[in-house]
């Protein structure tokens, strides 16, 4: 059954995310045939400078039994006091395929492109394949956990335009708890240290809660963080915020 999601209002708290790390995980849909969600935030903030904020998102998803086809696409646009125009965005493909449909395994591989001029990152291309593990799944509680392995090549817009070619592990963890008919919790963590130097690391983690309003109409609300062991000069090592937003679902 086809479903179109269309997020109404988000209004966010706090200063401004752009998550290094993509969180496919929260946009992954669990049932059969091609399913679309378009996404418009338009937001203002005023901080001693008045910030406008506009985002784009488009995710679609096609699956058929064992077969699981996901792309993300996300461009988002920063203006600071009509000064300054900070862009970011990413594309995303995935591809699952689960051994004996609906099994414990799945089998994932991704490619993705990534910029964000806030953390100064120029270019990010990311290749990753691996193992998805389903650790628990009943009517109340759902846990996954994947230790992929990914290859990153990196550009940087910092004074010496550095660039990186390493391999990491993209390891997650995805748990959803149901309260009540009403309400769900979930949390999605990611790790992602460098092979070779586990002194460089990323984390990024978002917890939520849902409520539904009606079968039509719900409320979300989430808080969710950004850690990078070894970020680029002059760029702060933490980012985090607090999301709240309406969803209209049919």
Known sequence: MKKISFLLLSLVFSFSVFSQIVNVEKKRKNSNGF?????????????????FELK??????????????????????????????????????????????????????????????????????LAGVGPRFRLIQNSTISC????????????????????????????????????SKLVSF?????????????NDY???????LRFNINKHLAYSTSYAFDYDNLPPTEIQDTFWYFKNSLVLEF
Request: aromatic content about 14%.
């Open 144 to 179: 996954f956990f994947a230790p992929l392995a990914m290859y990153e090549y990196e550009e940087l817009s910092d004074k010496i335009n550095t660039e990186t070619n390493l391999f990491r592990i993209d390891s997650y963890t995805n748990i959803s708890i149901s309260l």
């Open 35 to 51: 399913q679309a969600t378009i996404g418009i935030d338009f937001n203002i903030k005023e901080t001693g400078n008045r910030i």
């Open 56 to 125: 784009n998102n488009i995710d679609l998803q096609y699956a058929q039994n064992a077969h699981k086809i996901i792309l993300l696409n996300s461009i988002k646009m920063l203006n600071v006091d009509n000064g300054s125009l900070i862009n970011n965005g990413f594309q995303h493909l995935r591809y699952n395929y689960t051994v004996k449909d609906s099994s414990f395994l799945t089998f994932e591989a991704f490619v993705q492109h990534q910029y964000n001029e806030q953390k100064l990152l120029k270019k990010r291309f």
């Open 202 to 208: 990323r984390i990024s983690s978002e917890t939520g």
């Open 186 to 198: 979930n949390n999605i963590t990611y790790f992602q240290p460098n092979f070779n130097n586990f």
